[in-house]
């Protein structure tokens, strides 16, 4: 890559086109260089090339999005940008010939899609996406996802909490209804529920007190005592409890009464302070659980044994004095989910 770029700019990159996100990636090269498009476009047309070269099963994607998309792509927008009605509507016909051609990188971009941030693997592996939501559309997918009502905590679990603001983004808002608070959740329980991978969440954080947000997984089996977590873990990828940049990530198996037991790590990341989008994310094995914030390994363990059973996934928001003050807060406040993504390795 160019030398202007930081190892962390070049990781980004290179995930995208791992996925097959040219357009990401051109466009990631362009923000962090200033680069023009015609630059933009030829470094990342060679630096495809040699991945694809050198590793052409992590980068396989680049070899099914097909040659040239990106050129057509860049040429429609060449297109638009003349100016006349006549150039526009031929730009329009043009990507729609290409969305409907099934060229992946092209698709992924306009959906507004972000490339995930992926440990590296050993030679000969690859991660393949097995399931995600990019919540793209103006309504919650009711196939993958359920909104539970009741009372919880002192406060009202409420379905109309949890909505998709129709800019590729679920929302999950904590405001008061009359004289109640009230927050979502919202889980795949009995739709989709999953032993082992690499679970990822891009999401934006909220910063009013009394409130909190959480990825994670659950499973019946949590109550049952016996056989440590193996039979069933509640695996907290991200609790946001906190307002200093420290985030929860903790494990609980056998029950929440005298048997319980637990186990967790609070790392602390400033940048969750900014208001951007930040990633969290679980590589779970049969043998052991890593956690990451924007990439970086913050926890690695196999407390509880590791869970050996599925579980399902779970983004909610939580109101209690752990995070403070509910009185306090400036609502309604708002817990943005740009994508929640589930990957397995695959390969030799």
């Not at 659950?218 to 906190?242: A, L, N, Q, S």
């Amino acid at each position: 890559m160019a030398p202007q770029l930081s190892p962390e700019q070049t990781q980004q990159i290179e995930a995208a086109l791992a996925q097959g996100l040219k357009i990401q990636a051109i466009k990631l090269y362009r923000d962090f260089t200033s680069a023009g498009l015609k630059e933009a476009k030829d470094v990342i047309e060679e630096l495809a090339a040699q991945l694809l070269r050198q590793d052409p099963v992590r980068y396989a994607a680049l070899d099914r999005a097909g040659k040239g998309c990106a050129t057509v792509f860049m040429a429609a927008c060449g297109l638009a940008a003349g100016g006349t009605a006549v150039w526009f509507w031929r730009a329009m016909t043009m990507l729609a010939v290409l969305c409907l051609s099934g060229c992946a990188s092209v698709r992924s971009s306009l959906a507004g899609e972000v490339a995930s941030v992926l440990p590296a693997l050993p030679e000969g592996k690859a991660w393949k996406l097995v399931w995600n939501d990019e919540f793209n559309g103006t309504q919650l997918d009711v196939s993958k996802w359920e909104s539970p009502e009741y009372e919880r905590r002192g406060h009202l679990w409420r379905a109309a909490n949890a909505y998709l603001d129709g800019q590729g983004n679920a929302v999950l808002e904590t405001s008061k209804v009359g004289e109640r608070y009230a927050s979502p959740c919202i889980r795949t329980r009995g739709k989709y529920e999953k032993a082992f991978g690499f679970f990822e969440i891009r999401c934006r954080l909220p910063m009013e007190q009394g409130h909190w947000s959480a990825f994670w997984m659950f499973c019946d089996g949590v109550g049952k005592v016996g056989d440590e977590g193996r039979d069933g873990t509640e695996i907290d990828v991200m609790e946001w409890p906190y307002r200093d940049g420290r985030v929860q990530q903790t494990l609980h198996w056998d029950g929440y009464g005298k048997d319980h037991k637990s186990e967790g790590k609070v790392p602390k990341r400033p940048a969750l302070l900014d208001g951007q989008f930040h990633t969290f994310a679980l590589w779970w094995t049969p043998t052991e659980y890593v956690f990451y914030v924007d990439g970086e390994e913050t926890w690695r363990t196999s407390a509880g044994g590791v869970c050996q059973v599925p579980v399902y996934l779970k983004l909610s928001e939580e109101i209690g004095s752990w995070a403070g003050d509910i009185t306090q807060a400036k609502l309604p406040d708002r817990f943005v989910v740009d994508y929640v993504r589930v990957y397995d390795v695959v390969g030799k």
